[in-house]
T-cell receptor, first 116, second 116 residues
Framework: DTEVTQTPKHLVMGMTNKKSLKCEQHMGHRAMYWYKQKAKKPPELMFVYSYEKLSINESVPSRFSPECPNSSLLNLHLHALQPEDSALYLC???????????????FGPGTRLTVL | AQSVTQLDSQVPVFEEAPVELRCNYSSSVSVYLFWYVQYPNQGLQLLLKYLSGSTLVKGINGFEAEFNKSQTSFHLRKPSVHISDTAEYFC??????????????FGQGTILTVHP
């Protein structure tokens, strides 16, 4: 299984709502990522988890809260978002061997989020 | 820090014609280089990567790229395109020799449109 799955595929939420995005992989990867992609722009890294610990936070506002409950699952909790947070949210995973070699990132199809 | 410039935002081409998508990068340290493809409403798929060794890299779907260190370029080529190659292509860079989960910096993307 070389697939990263993301749910839901689409999400519409108001600025006062709390919602969560879910990402799952069963490739045995120990690094997982959240990216944000605005329309007609490249993906921007938000968070990296390695061995279920937060390794990189790219100065993301606290209204985005990541969680990695186990090695296969990555969540992104959303609260009090702004309309400008509307974007495609991509999850990715890769091996994290602890060695200094590059490990390919496998991307999911994304969740298209609209904040009203 | 690393940066990537994709020189063409859109490239129209006729089916079976050759195509080149241009990418230049800037970095004060050694880098890894990648090309990703994104089809509409999908995540990113790795086309090819340069980590070390031969400067001519072959990838999936008949694509290849050449790493030119003196010109800091990594242009993507295909000798004969198909309608199905219509997609957005992203060049990306990662610092070499870092942690095994690489932080990717993407270019702005090139939309390749193949006309019949």
């Amino acid at each position: 299984d070389t697939e990263v799955t993301q749910t839901p595929k689409h999400l519409v939420m108001g600025m006062t709502n709390k919602k969560s995005l879910k990402c799952e992989q069963h490739m045995g990867h120990r690094a997982m990522y959240w990216y944000k992609q605005k329309a007609k722009k490249p993906p921007e890294l938000m968070f990296v988890y390695s061995y279920e610990k937060l390794s990189i936070n790219e100065s993301v506002p606290s209204r985005f809260s990541p969680e990695c409950p186990n090695s296969s699952l990555l969540n992104l909790h959303l609260h009090a978002l702004q309309p400008e947070d509307s974007a495609l949210y991509l999850c990715a995973s890769s091996q994290s061997s602890g060695k200094r070699v590059y490990n390919e990132q496998f991307f999911g199809p994304g969740t298209r989020l609209t904040v009203l | 820090a690393q940066s990537v410039t994709q020189l063409d935002s859109q490239v129209p081409v006729f089916e079976e014609a050759p195509v080149e998508l241009r990418c230049n990068y800037s970095s004060s340290v050694s880098v890894y280089l990648f090309w990703y493809v994104q089809y509409p409403n999908q995540g990113l798929q790795l086309l090819l990567k340069y980590l070390s060794g031969s400067t001519l890299v072959k990838g999936i779907n008949g694509f290849e790229a050449e790493f030119n260190k003196s010109q800091t370029s990594f242009h993507l080529r295909k000798p004969s395109v198909h309608i199905s190659d219509t997609a957005e292509y992203f060049c990306a860079v990662s610092k070499a020799g870092g942690t095994s989960y690489g932080k990717l910096t993407f270019g702005q993307g090139t939309i390749l449109t193949v006309h019949p």
